[in-house]
């Protein structure tokens, strides 16, 4: 069997190392771990191993394709392919981009155009395995029908995703170029299984029926590779096997449904339709130029003359017009089989350990909201105790009530903080601290500059060129794929704005309070010394009882918020089950479902805040109330060692609010350094994929400019400029009026190094594979003259005045029967311009 092949995209070696190692990096903020490594690398030698060895063209081949389709499919739900910026370079498949002004190459940085490409190799892949099969064995049939008819489905289901890829495409991928590749690997498959039919000795009719479905595959084929779009893609053999396989398969059609003829003693039907017949079978000989269905062209022959004889003998039956023969039927038997996945055999997934990119989202976004929830709720809590001590401290309130004889100068409240303020390290640890601040937030707006920079550069090259090619530049504007990039960078900035203003307050607070603070960072001796003795000792009056009563209150209510405060930052909420159950059953995870749940897990939590915040009002009131007793009972005497140590507790909460504070800063600006090296990754990986791109198209637009630029233009050759032999010695001069016609010059005999288009000669179209335009009345079922019409073998047709040729290869013709209702394109005959051979 001639069965046709398609041709393989040619690829690039690309590295897939850095740029998944940075996007699994982003995703899971942290370094990939060896394990993750050896993935990636065993990801890329994957990669490189499969797209090349589909070269070898055998079932090996196909195999390690589609593993490596399978671990890209996986992958695809697994990480953002919007920000794997990969250039991926493939070849047309025609290599025929250069010479009819389509791309020969296409360079882009998206996962979906390499699934495209590895889909479009792994159909043609199918083609050639197909093709190899062995046809006299029965499993071999059953092989190659399969794979063509996946190989349809591949091409058919390529016709939508090419077009997604948001850039004109490689003639290859063009939707015409897909629709001709899927009917005809169906005609192919459908042409397989009615070779089944007749090796499985089926009956006469089902036969006729799948060819002549098989023989209007190949007409619909034949039409639509006619297109103007894609006519000058196909190679003349291409052309020479659709037309031969037309005419063959139809004549097929007539050998079988003769037989039916000749069951029913329809002896006139059987003898047109084998005379039909043997004439196709010549017609399909001379258009595939070589010897095709010769034993089936015998066995026509034979039966027509039995079939003869018999008629002469007995029946004498009329011969009808081939014309008026009735219909055999058709069955079509071939149907293109869509992509299932997986395609190989054994496929691992070697990241199986990831989990799919909606459900990261939605995890993402449950953290996110408990998070939100929760830092709420300690803030609350926070902010209520602020509050508290801001009142104690007001009230000078515990050392108010602590120093109960006389010549004990501080208040054991007090000793206690100020051991605390030294043993975290006293003033100096918070001036370091506030220190580092600055270079801190230096490195990340340094880190986002330089990124905003990278994106910046590439857009003003991209503008740059895109006015300079105007339509030509036809990739996609920078703008439409840096959106994300620049609503990220924006909201970095602001993060970064909103930290130089908590920065600023964190350092006036410890302006405010420096001389308090650097108070109790002394040794307990000085301080001694800085608080002015007490004038008198507190007795245990009722009012006294009360406030420390109340102060251990103020304790267990502190201590209660501290361990309320721990819950919420440990609390967990797993909903990794409900969100994997969603997606199984809808495709799609309900925001809703998340806050259902979060507000269930942390109701409890929230119960207790707001129960503790609601007390505290009335443990305040009750505090004031027993302070003003007190107060009524001591007098004012003590009043600048009361402020004193009122000043030195607020200090102290000051310290205490300011070291956790500028931890958490530290810890902000560490974390956000992370993240910003990881977006400054992922953009640099997109204006390296952006610049690969650049360069590729540059290229192309270059290399078409040359060829442009480089057309030969004949020049009017001065007559003493001829190449051709030396002229002869000058006639005698004869006296007569001279002419005012300009010499014609002298032909050089030397061949031009370009073709030169001679004024006032028709010129045939370059290239031997020109497909000239169908007929509107094309008609693959016409009735054709006796003996077909014969291919030429010779293509130099001779130059008629006045008539245009067309294209070099079988099945030329003249403007002067392109407007005639043939049913196939014929030379034109020399004897007689009018009328082309075998009419």
Known sequence: MDLLTVPLKKPSEVDLVKPLKNLLQSTNVKPADSSQMEKINSLNKQRNHAVFKVFEKNEAALEAIYAYYDQLNALEVKIPVHEFQVPFKYKDAFDKGSIFGGKASLTLSSLAFEKVCVLFNIAALQSCVAASQCFESDEGLKTAAKLFQQSAGIFSHLKSAAPALGQEPTPDLSPDTLHVLSILMLAQAQEVCLLKAIKDGMKDQIIAKLACQNDEMYADVLKTMQKDSIRSLWDKEWIQVVCGKQAGIHAITLLYQSNVFNASKKIGQQIAALQKAIDLFKTAQ??????????????????????????????????????????????????????????????????????????????????????????????????????????????????????????????????????????????????????????????????????????NEEKESDNQLRNQFKEKWTRTPSDKLTEVFRSSATKYREIINNAIVADKVVRQKFETNLHGIETLSKPANELH???????????????????????ESVETMKAERDVIESELKSATVDMKDQFLNALAQDGAIDPALTVSHVGKTLA?????????????????????????????????????????????????????????????????????????????????????????????????????????????????????????????????????????????????????????????????????????????????????????????????????????????????????????????NAPPNPNNPQKPYGF
Do not use: W
């Open 604 to 824: 409890p939590l929230q119960k207790q805040v707001a129960d503790s915040i609601g007390r505290q009002q009335a443990l305040i009131q009750e505090i004031q109330d027993a302070h003003n007793s007190f107060t009524a009972e001591v007098g004012s005497g003590s009043n600048k060692r009361d402020q004193q140590l009122s000043q030195l507790a607020s200090a102290y909460d000051i310290f205490t609010e300011l070291q956790h504070n500028l931890k958490e800063g530290s810890k902000f600006y560490s974390d956000l350094t992370q993240l910003l090296i990881v977006f400054q990754n992922k953009v640099s990986d997109f204006c390296f994929a952006r610049k690969t791109e650049k360069e590729e198209l540059l290229k192309d637009l270059t290399a078409e400019s040359s060829r442009v630029a480089s057309g030969f233009q004949q020049p009017n050759i001065p007559s003493h400029h001829s190449s051709g032999p030396p002229p002869r010695p000058p006639p005698v001069q004869v006296q007569e009026q001279q002419s005012t016609v300009p010499a014609a010059p002298q032909a050089a005999s030397a061949p031009a190094p370009y073709p030169v288009q001679m004024q006032g000669m028709p010129q045939p179209v370059m290239g031997y594979n020109f497909m000239p335009p169908m007929p509107a009345s094309f008609n693959p079922y016409a009735t054709l003259p006796a003996g077909g019409i014969p291919y030429p073998q010779a293509f130099n047709f001779p130059q008629v005045p006045g008539t245009q040729f067309y294209g070099t290869y079988p099945g030329a013709y003249s403007q002067q029967i392109q407007q005639g209702n043939y049913p196939y």
């Open 529 to 551: 010394n800085v608080i002015p003795a007490p004038s008198g000792a507190v007795s245990n009056s009722p009012s006294v009882m009360k406030l420390r009563a109340l102060m």
């Open 286 to 455: 001379s258009r595939a130029g070589k010897p095709v269905y010769e034993e089936y062209n015998k066995k026509a022959q034979l039966k027509l003359v039995e079939a003869k004889k018999e008629n002469d003998f007995i029946y004498n039956a009329m011969i009808p017009d081939p014309s008026t023969l009735e219909s055999s039927g058709k069955f079509q038997l071939a149907k293109a089989i869509p992509i299932t996945v997986p395609m190989s055999t054994n496929f691992k997934d070697l990241f199986s350990d990831l989990i799919p990119v909606a459900l990261q989202h939605a995890i993402h976004n449950c953290d996110a909201q408990k998070s939100e929830i929760v830092n709420a709720e300690i803030m609350k809590l926070r902010d209520a105790t602020q509050t508290l001590n801001g009142v104690l401290s007001s009230l000078n309130l515990p050392a108010a009530i602590e120093v109960n004889t006389p010549g004990q100068s501080l208040p054991p409240s007090l000793l206690e903080k100020a051991n605390e303020v030294r043993d975290k390290g006293g003033v100096q640890s918070i001036q370091t601290l506030i220190d580092e601040l600055p270079e801190s937030l230096t490195r990340n707006k340094e880190i986002l500059d330089e990124t905003e920079r990278m994106m």
